[in-house]
């Protein structure tokens, strides 16, 4: 490649677990964050600027996660050429919307294709559920659309589907954060058999769900006992919301990802409107004030582009 060089990343937002697919399904969707990388001549400076989403509190040195991603692939500094880094965040930090797996999958996107210069980076993924732990959320940020994934030892298998037209996924991203790290730790190491069937039923029916565009069984096929009843704590009034969000319309809630976000699904952006003040109604009761995303489903998935 030459000397100077401009890539961009695209990178969307998304949503996993969607109810019972605890660790396995996630979903892309219509929100991104931008990374530009220049390469130009220089001596081995790394400059970062970040713009949108925690430009006030995200580390601009080694600690950044894209950084820390990039470093992954090309551990060396570039000999003779600086580094400009800059970071355009719109997806919410820490509200179970995949704002680390868009940073990691950024970072290992632009030093893979600062390294070959071109895509398709078939290490990328592998290496960005590895260092997430989990791939529901790095797979379909990658591919887009609605994705199930699995870690086979270390090869990543998976499915890609796209949901049907017209549905729109609703957002309720109370003004507070949830550390994935402290979601996990409540809970249980094991789970009933009763849990366990409960689980892979409403799983397999969610995946018939959207597979077929049957929505009518998404309610159904939503509910989680796996997760969700351990982390409310963290997220008080998820309950009411997502009852709230089903009263008006919506057509199946659950956490996202392990939250505080609430995720509807709706038929159209009216009724996604509709169950998006219903769950933020519940939050203001609670004192807790919100924002509302009413988006699509991203069917194209990381981006990479080089001038």
């Not at 430009?55 to 600690?63: C, H, I, K, M, V």
């Not at 037209?165 to 996990?184: N, S, W």
Request: proline residues 7%; positive net charge; contains cysteine.
């Amino acid at each position: 490649m030459a000397k100077n060089t401009k890539i961009r990343i695209t990178v969307p937002a998304t949503t996993s677990n969607i109810g019972p697919g605890f660790d396995v399904l996630g979903m892309a969707l219509t929100l991104y964050n931008e990374l530009e990388v220049t390469r130009e001549p220089g001596w081995g400076e790394v400059r970062v600027d970040i713009r949108g989403e925690g430009a006030e509190t995200l580390p601009r040195g080694r600690a950044n996660l894209v950084l820390r991603a990039f470093r992954a692939l090309r551990p060396g500094p570039f000999p003779k050429h600086n580094l400009f880094f800059r970071m355009t965040n719109r997806i919410p930090l820490c509200r179970g919307l995949g704002s680390s797996a868009a940073a990691r999958l950024a970072g290992l996107m632009a030093a893979a294709a600062l390294k070959s210069g071109k895509p398709p980076f078939a290490d990328v993924v592998a290496k960005a559920c590895a260092m997430e732990g989990h791939p529901d959320n790095a797979v379909p940020a990658f591919f887009g659309g609605l994705c199930g994934s699995v870690v086979d030892k270390k090869r990543i298998e998976y499915f890609r589907l796209n949901p049907p037209r017209g549905l729109r996924t609703v957002l309720c991203v109370p003004d507070f954060e949830v550390p994935t790290e402290k979601a996990r730790r409540l809970m249980p190491k094991r789970v009933s058999l009763a849990d366990a069937v409960f689980t892979s039923s409403r799983l397999a029916l969610l995946t018939a769900a959207f597979a077929q565009g049957r929505l009518e069984l998404l309610k159904t096929a939503m509910q989680d006992v796996l997760h969700q009843p351990y982390r409310r704590r963290l997220v008080p009034g998820m309950n009411a919301a997502i009852a709230a969000a089903e009263r008006a319309g919506a057509l199946g809630a659950a956490l996202s990802g392990s939250g505080p976000t609430v995720l509807a699904f709706a038929g159209g952006e009216r009724a996604g409107r509709r169950a998006g003040r219903a769950m933020e109604r519940v939050f203001a009761r609670r004192g807790r004030s919100c924002r509302v995303l009413v988006l699509g489903v991203d069917g194209r998935g990381a981006r990479v582009r080089t001038a």
